[in-house]
């Protein structure tokens, strides 16, 4: 999957990943569609739940220009083979070059699917949600926060590069400063970005 969403303030200027991807792939009305999923007040999607979908629509789009017919539930299951840390090499591989014989670009396909941080940079910065539960919700609370204090840790730590650079002390171009919070849980063994912890409401513990 593409790294390079837009996941932090730091992408000063950069249009949104987003954005740019359903003006590419033709999806209008995909972004209100989003939007409203994640301000529900019932049956509200998770980032992580949205970021499927918007990759599943770019399957969808990319398989229909290449002329591939699909049947129903074919396409979830083609998208878990691509992207599921739980499937096999073998399997991935199988899926993979199925879909190149049959014309898609796998790899630029996968280099357009999106991270769940991308798509809350998508609503959040670009189309200005905001979700606003009728009660408080402790992770929606501590997310924002923990986004808060990364804000503020990347821009101190901008202004310190750039003070050293402009005195002749750091050598340094143009730049872009990345805060990241990873959380290990050694009962279970994953790991998770914290504000994916928080959207995903907790480790795998629960499954096991």
Known sequence: MDQS??????????RSKVAR???EYDLQGLGAELEQRWTADEDRSSLRELAAQFNQELLREALEAANVQHLDGELENTYRLLTDDDVS???????????ERDGVDVDALQQDFVTYQAIRTYLKEYRGAEYTPAETDPLEREATNVQKLRGRM???TEGKLEQLR????LTLGEFRTLAEI???CEDCNTQFDV????DRGGCN???E
């Open 166 to 169: 402009d005195g002749g002390h």
């Open 89 to 99: 090499s073998a399997e991935s591989t199988r899926i993979q070059r199925r879909l």
């Open 21 to 23: 991807l359903i003006e």
């Open 205 to 207: 513990c629960a499954s």
């Open 154 to 156: 990347v821009s101190v």
């Open 182 to 184: 990873q959380v290990i």
């Open 5 to 14: 969403d837009d996941t932090s303030g730091s992408g000063r200027g950069r």
């Open 195 to 198: 504000l994916e912890l928080f």
